[in-house]
């Protein structure tokens, strides 16, 4: 790490944990201009206080330097996954990979005329889907619903459900589950 990231580094924590450079000063029993100049890289700290500063942020040497990978924020067709299920007529495509790990998973469902989703058994959560093009009907428990074209849907999960195209044109839907069901 360079003299200018840890300088950097240390001022974003000490923001993020809302402190002044005289607030983090007097924890440490530093001065001010001290950490002014640590955080201007002007100088640079011992061992033992860059520990002191740290433990005053609420953090220790070891998870302070480690690198975290980037978060990924765009995702394009090459990091799609697909699924295709040509008996119950569907084709799945996970949009964001490995979204099961977070708190949503989005998904691109295909139907063929005649095409049912993957029945679902119930469970907590939500369930939000717009209709991309075509018309769907939605089941949730006893209840059925049609959605076309720029429609959506929300519902609560806590009911079997699936969606099916009673129609003759092939539908696609943006399906995103909170948390992960797919």
Request: aromatic fraction near 8%; hydrophobic fraction near 30%.
């Amino acid at each position: 790490m360079t003299g200018l990231a840890l300088g950097k580094k240390i001022r974003d924590l000490r923001i993020t944990n809302g402190l002044t450079q005289e607030e983090l000063a007097n924890r440490c029993e530093l001065s001010k201009g001290f950490i002014s100049q640590l955080e201007g890289d002007q100088t640079s700290p011992s061992i033992a206080t860059l520990i002191d500063i740290l433990e005053c942020l609420g953090t220790d040497v070891q998870s302070f330097f480690s690198e975290k990978p980037e978060e990924k924020i765009v995702f394009t067709p090459a990091d799609y996954f697909e699924k295709e299920d040509e008996e119950q007529g569907h084709r799945i495509t996970w949009i964001v990979p490995n979204s099961q790990k977070n708190n949503m998973e989005p998904i691109i469902l295909e139907l063929a005329p005649g095409g049912i989703s993957p029945e679902d058994d119930p469970h907590g959560g939500q369930e939000f889907g717009y209709v991309l093009s075509g018309t769907v009907t939605v089941h949730t428990g006893d209840k059925s619903v049609k959605a076309k074209k720029g429609d959506c849907f929300y519902y609560s999960p806590d009911k079997e459900h699936y969606i099916e195209n009673k129609t003759k044109q092939i539908a696609r839907v943006l399906w995103v589950s909170a948390p992960p069901s797919f």
